[in-house]
């Protein structure tokens, strides 16, 4: 039997989630954020952030996933915001996951916010697959508020192209004989696994549609692009023999990046901007009760050449103060003092929160010789317990951080460097626009 496969995707799912929340508990005066233009990310007052989801309306005025909020207020100076609330996603993420899991077992989901289902299995149950699409989509809609794009293809990477088309709520097929009328035609930086330097490249050599790519020169690509040429050419021609994984895999590594809206030229900004990360880092650690035993710092700089370096970490930790210090030290291992357009932050080797820990000797170095009236025994028992004791008080203090936000908000507490930082930038800020 010929596969078919779905591929559900939350439409502008942060944004979503929000507006359903707002409606439901009356916060931000029951604002749905989905009927003007308004974004996720970022900050009104310092301008800061990038735009993490956007309304339909707020596209209307030019403004993209990813863009510096700065530049979405240029576009649009009535624009709403809001931040985040990951807590928030991750409860709507499940509840929509749940849901699928009463249609099939055979789900494997992608992201927070979609995810395939193979529908091979229960087509027997449906005069259809658009029939099973809308009653699926339909029954989102009901119980959770928000709406679906559904693509239904013969493997998953149609799926995914799918649904990506016309936004939102709504159901889209790209069978094979669909490709050459639905698919081809597209701009070449619409094709799954294409980024923008591909596109560039490809476009450079007068490749503009994803069906100039599907007709151009295997030998070519694979010389010019490498294995990805090949990839590419595959996926033009609808090719992917990849199956619906729906195994559960444990977490290898919770991670965050951000580009930056100006390039970075010293320590002290990409201090700020480390310190940002780790604080959202250790917190997702913190939320999946997760240890990292690893840490990797990436760097993009200004010419899109990249680079990263990571370490093992002493020991392992989910506090802002363990993953910052090893961020800053790789950081300044890694960096060669050019202009930076992206950091990241990447955690791996992940443990339990309450599994074994093994003490290693960097536990017992910074007291180990505060009293030579103590016997050494009793000195590494104290120099022992004092470390451990500032480790929980740091846990702790991390906890009472996370307690604080997510009663209040995200802005409810700032650390002192990063408010300094950002007062400072908005008095620079400020201080260019009398100028103009």
């Known amino acids: 039997?010929?596969?078919?496969?779905?591929?559900?995707?939350?439409?502008?799912?942060?944004?979503?989630?929000?507006?359903?929340?707002?409606?439901?508990?009356?916060?931000?005066?029951?604002?749905?954020?989905?009927?003007?233009?308004?974004?996720?990310?970022?900050?009104?007052?310092?301008?800061?952030?990038?735009?993490?989801?956007?309304?339909?309306?707020?596209?209307?005025?030019?403004?993209?996933?990813?863009?510096?909020?700065?530049?979405?207020?240029?576009?649009?100076?009535?624009?709403?915001?809001?931040?985040?609330?990951?807590?928030?996603?991750?409860?709507?993420?499940?509840?929509?996951?749940?849901?699928?899991?009463?249609?099939?077992?055979?789900?494997?989901?992608?992201?927070?916010?979609?995810?395939?289902?193979?529908?091979?299995?229960?087509?027997?149950?449906?005069?259809?697959?658009?029939?099973?699409?809308?009653?699926?989509?339909?029954?989102?809609?009901?119980?959770?508020?928000?709406?679906?794009?559904?693509?239904?293809?013969?493997?998953?990477?149609?799926?995914?192209?799918?649904?990506?088309?016309?936004?939102?709520?709504?159901?889209?097929?790209?069978?094979?004989?669909?490709?050459?009328?639905?698919?081809?035609?597209?701009?070449?930086?619409?094709?799954?696994?294409?980024g923008h330097s591909s596109a560039e490249r490809l476009k450079s050599f007068g490749i503009r549609t994803i069906g100039e790519l599907a007709h151009t020169d295997t030998d070519f690509l694979q010389r010019e692009f490498k294995s990805h040429g090949t990839q590419m050419w595959e996926y033009a021609n609808g090719i992917d023999h990849s199956v619906v994984d729906s195994a559960k895999h444990e977490l290898k590594g919770i991670g965050n990046s951000i580009t930056l809206g100006e390039d970075i030229k010293d320590f002290d900004s990409a201090k700020q901007v480390l310190l940002s990360l780790s604080e959202t880092v250790s917190e997702r650690l913190r939320n999946s009760n997760q240890l990292a035993q690893n840490i990797t710092v990436e760097i993009k700089y200004s010419d899109f050449s990249s680079n990263s370096h990571q370490m093992p970490l002493f020991s392992p930790t989910n506090t802002t103060k363990g993953i910052y210090e090893a961020s800053c030290q790789l950081f300044l291992e890694l960096w060669n003092k050019r202009p930076l357009r992206l950091l990241g932050i990447r955690t791996g080797k992940l443990l339990p929160e309450d599994a074994p820990i093994q003490m290693n000797i960097f536990d017992f170095t910074d007291n180990i010789n505060t009293s030579k009236q103590v016997s050494q025994e009793k000195s590494i028992s104290t120099s022992s317990t004092s470390n451990q004791d500032t480790k929980k008080r740091l846990q702790q203090l991390d906890a009472a951080v996370d307690a604080i936000r997510l009663r209040y908000g995200k802005n409810a507490i700032v650390r002192g460097s990063l408010l300094n930082s950002q007062s400072k930038k908005s008095e620079e800020d400020s201080s260019k626009e009398t100028d103009l």
Not at 32 to 50: C, F
Not at 56 to 84: D, N, W, Y
Request: aromatic share 8%; charged share 20%.
């Open 1 to 194: 039997m010929t596969p078919i496969i779905f591929h559900i995707d939350v439409n502008s799912a942060f944004l979503s989630w929000t507006s359903v929340d707002n409606l439901e508990n009356n916060h931000n005066d029951g604002i749905d954020l989905r009927t003007i233009p308004a974004i996720i990310g970022g900050n009104r007052e310092n301008r800061h952030g990038i735009v993490l989801a956007k309304s339909e309306s707020a596209k209307t005025f030019g403004i993209h996933t990813g863009e510096p909020v700065a530049s979405a207020l240029r576009k649009c100076p009535f624009l709403v915001i809001q931040a985040p609330n990951h807590k928030l996603y991750k409860e709507y993420s499940n509840k929509m996951m749940n849901l699928l899991h009463t249609y099939t077992p055979d789900i494997e989901q992608l992201s927070i916010d979609e995810c395939f289902l193979d529908f091979t299995p229960i087509a027997a149950r449906y005069t259809s697959p658009i029939e099973a699409a809308t009653i699926i989509k339909e029954d989102i809609k009901s119980q959770f508020h928000f709406t679906v794009n559904i693509g239904i293809a013969n493997n998953k990477l149609l799926a995914k192209m799918a649904s990506d088309f016309k936004k939102p709520d709504r159901i889209h097929t790209l069978f094979k004989d669909e490709i050459p009328v639905k698919m081809w035609p597209l701009p070449v930086d619409d094709l799954y696994m294409v």
